[in-house]
């Protein structure tokens, strides 16, 4: 049974062959129970497959979201060296 405290990975192939299974004409209902699926983790395979073929996050993003993802990741890096060179300003004033 699904826990949200502790959610359960799977793996890429797994996604690939439960949107086979599907696409093989088992009924989406059936797919679901059998495998304990929620109905939205299964539809937003099976469209990530019929899309783009994966169901990786970063396989599906636009060069835009992967740049924007970038600049956010050198922000916080900056943000850290800016907060640490604040902190050494300080210490040296002191002395």
């Keep these: 049974m699904r826990d949200p ?3 359960r990975k799977f793996t890429e192939e797994f ?3 439960i949107v086979a299974l599907y696409d093989g004409g ?3 209902a059936e797919i ?4 304990d699926l929620g109905r939205s983790t299964f539809r937003r395979w099976v469209k990530l497959v019929h899309e783009t073929g ?3 996050a970063a396989d599906n993003r636009t060069p835009e979201e992967s740049r924007l993802l970038e600049l956010e990741r050198e922000n916080a ?3 850290m060296e800016v907060d ?4 050494a300003a300080l ?3 002191r002395k």
């Design 15 to 17: 996604k690939r062959q």
């Design 5 to 7: 405290k502790h959610p």
């Design 26 to 28: 088992k009924p989406a």
């Design 84 to 87: 640490v060179l604040k902190q």
């Design 91 to 93: 210490i040296f004033a």
């Design 77 to 79: 890096r900056l943000r």
């Design 32 to 35: 679901m129970r059998e495998y």
């Design 54 to 56: 994966s169901t990786r």
